[in-house]
């Protein structure tokens, strides 16, 4: 079982790399990046050129590793039984099954995402560690235990906003998506625009860099920031000559809002353009 890439995924050598070396080790593959970089779009990806099934869990700063595994309506049990219901004289009628109990019961070797781990508290991880170490848990309210059936290929992204603890990663194969340099981008785009013309591309990339370069900017737009905005301007048929003028004269972008998205990195751009305009 091996990730060979996809017509529809841009994946380096280094990025197939780690994902094959993550199967051979049966270790969780902890992927990094800057947000938009295809973190998460790499588990569908990956799922898809093996054929195999996808289980998806998006973490919240709200959730809870119990959550992952299952949980016990008590409350509803008390309910339904006050009220004569028959469902309530079986237990297993308010477990609620979390994300890594369907992966250990999936018939064929299924992928879990674990989605933007950081977002989550920092003890999060560290409370997956035995399950995810044996592929295996308890359940207290039946007493029955819960097995991989076929150990899942884990895929766990993180946006880096907070460190993760030292035990849980030394159970990862880590990579760290470097953001894309701008041949690997023209090819990313191609995948998603076949035959877009080249001088478009050149001039939209080369805005698209030089707003990422400004050291002053809160936010650097991303891969599917990007995406968005040439979408956009294929939708508006914005001339090439527009956007050629436009970086010459170092003016805001049209459309500019699918690139810049706070109030302070359009003002920065405004006032770039009036010192531009100004030395000409």
């Known amino acids: ?11 380096g050598n280094d990025l197939t790399l780690a994902v094959n070396a993550a199967i051979t080790l049966e270790r969780p593959l902890l992927i990094k990046g800057e947000p938009g970089t295809g973190k998460t779009v790499l588990a569908e990806e990956v799922a898809s050129s093996l054929g195999i099934p996808l289980i998806e869990w998006h973490i919240k700063s709200t959730t809870k590793a119990q959550q992952g595994l299952y949980e016990y309506d008590a409350v509803g049990r008390l309910r339904d039984g006050q009220l004569g219901e028959e469902a309530a004289k079986d237990i297993s009628n308010y477990i609620k099954r979390g994300k890594l109990w369907d992966s250990f019961t999936s018939e064929t070797r299924p992928i879990l995402l674990i989605d933007e781990i950081d977002k ?26 819960i097995k991989a059936k076929n150990r899942p290929i884990i895929i766990i992204t993180s946006n880096n906003e907070k460190e993760l603890p030292d035990a849980f990663l030394r159970r990862c194969f880590f990579h760290y998506i470097q953001f894309p340099e701008p041949d690997v981008m023209a090819d990313i785009v191609d995948v998603h625009f076949p ?18 370069d400004q050291a002053a900017i809160k936010k650097k737009p991303s891969t599917s920031e990007l995406l968005d905005w040439i979408k956009l301007l294929l939708n508006e048929d914005v001339d090439v000559t527009t956007l050629r003028e436009n970086n010459q004269r170092k003016l805001i972008p049209p459309l500019y809002g699918a690139l810049l998205k706070n109030e302070q990195d359009v003002a920065l751009f405004e006032k770039l353009s009036f010192i531009a305009r100004g030395s000409q």
């Not at 035959?195 to 990422?212: E, H, Q, T, V």
């Open 120 to 145: 989550a508290d920092i003890e999060f991880p560290n409370d997956l560690l035995q399950e995810l170490d044996r592929m295996e848990f308890f359940v207290y309210e039946t007493g029955e235990t």
């Open 195 to 212: 035959g877009l013309k080249s001088d478009l591309l050149k001039s939209a990339l080369n805005i698209f860099y030089d707003i990422r």
């Open 1 to 11: 079982m091996r990730f060979e890439g996809t017509k529809n995924y841009v994946a």
